[in-house]
């Protein structure tokens, strides 16, 4: 059930879910936010709640400990493994003296609990303070959806380098599922293989574009690129885990790299990642001064590069290893 309350309409735009099994709580709930000004959708048990959650996307969710099928510290866990709800707010709501359902609803990544009976005050002021931390984030998420737009820009400014962030993402992704990566670096591969070059839009196209060979104080411009990124996505936090591969994908473990002339370990290991997969779609595209290479011309290119101690051998067999992996034929 959907309640729009229209009595504040500035705070209209909060969408909070209440699921609790007993009617007079959803109810109690349901009239005091609405009178508050959020749009409140509710459920009466946990089914309900997950699929509610889906097509409502709300801004808050309050759980009930004790619902019938999935209980809310369950639905509370399922929502923070996935990566569209787990930055959602969860408030469980618990008996007073019920210590071990606020363990567990800590484990399952609960953001606060309510203790019944919750006095009216408490209920507001809690949703409020959430309300806002969500806004916070989603106002955050979207400032990185204008970064990735911003790449895309950059991609676009130069037609050679067409679908490159967007492979360079999937092709990382799967190279740190080969060296066993999860969560959140996968996650910072797939973003850093769309961010990883931001930094050129502070690059003339004169320099970014030119159909030759750079001179020396043009190449000097183009290195800059690396720490302009940096720079630009360190005001956000969503971001910290990005911006090691942006600073520093071009290092090599020689230290020949820029921009800092790191060394071997030094560097990041998703930054030497991204360098691989970055170097090998960029040798195998067309570019203005030079036709795309064929695969086994980069590969090779890639295992001298590793032979000359640029290049980390483990992450370039696991990078050749996800190429080998999908030219396979499909086993059906
Ligand atoms: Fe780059």
Do not use: W
């Amino acid at each position: 059930m959907v309640v729009d309350s229209s009595l504040r309409p500035s705070a209209a735009r909060t969408t909070v879910l209440v699921a609790d099994d007993t009617d007079s709580v959803r109810l109690l709930f349901q009239k005091l936010l609405a009178a508050e000004g959020h749009t409140v959708v509710t459920a009466a048990d946990g089914v309900a709640a997950l699929d509610l959650v889906r097509m409502h996307r709300p801004d808050v969710i309050l759980l009930d400990v004790d619902m019938p099928g999935i209980d809310g510290i369950e639905v509370c866990r399922r929502l923070k493994m996935d990566p569209a709800t787990r930055l959602t707010p969860v408030v469980l709501v618990t008996g007073l003296s019920e210590l071990q359902d606020r363990i567990k609803g800590i484990e399952a990544g609960a953001d606060d609990f309510l203790s019944k009976p919750v006095h009216p005050h408490e209920l507001r002021a809690r949703v409020a303070s959430l309300s806002r931390l969500k806004h916070l984030v989603d106002a955050l998420d979207s400032a990185e959806a204008a970064f990735v737009a911003l790449a895309l820009t950059i991609e676009a400014r130069d037609p050679t380098t067409k679908g490159h962030c967007e492979r360079l993402a999937a092709r990382a992704v799967l190279v740190g599922r080969t060296l066993g990566l999860s969560g959140d670096d996968l996650d910072a591969l797939h973003r850093g293989g769309y961010l990883h070059d931001v930094g050129k839009i502070g690059i003339p196209d004169s320099v970014l574009l030119k159909a030759g060979p750079l001179t020396d104080p043009e190449f000097a411009l183009m290195k800059r690129h690396t720490e302009i990124g940096d720079s630009l996505c360190a005001p956000l936090q969503s971001l910290r885990h990005v911006r090691p591969i942006v600073r520093s994908h071009h290092e090599r473990l020689d230290g020949s790299g820029y921009p800092n002339g790191l060394r071997g370990d030094e560097i990041p290991m998703l930054a030497q990642v991204v360098g691989i997969v970055d170097v090998y779609d960029a040798m195998t595209s067309d570019r203005p001064y030079r036709e795309a290479l064929g695969p086994d011309t980069v590969t090779k290119f890639l295992l001298d590069e590793v032979a000359e101690r640029r290049f980390s051998r483990t992450y370039v067999e696991a990078f050749l290893d996800t190429l080998r992996m999908s030219a396979a034929p499909l086993v059906r």
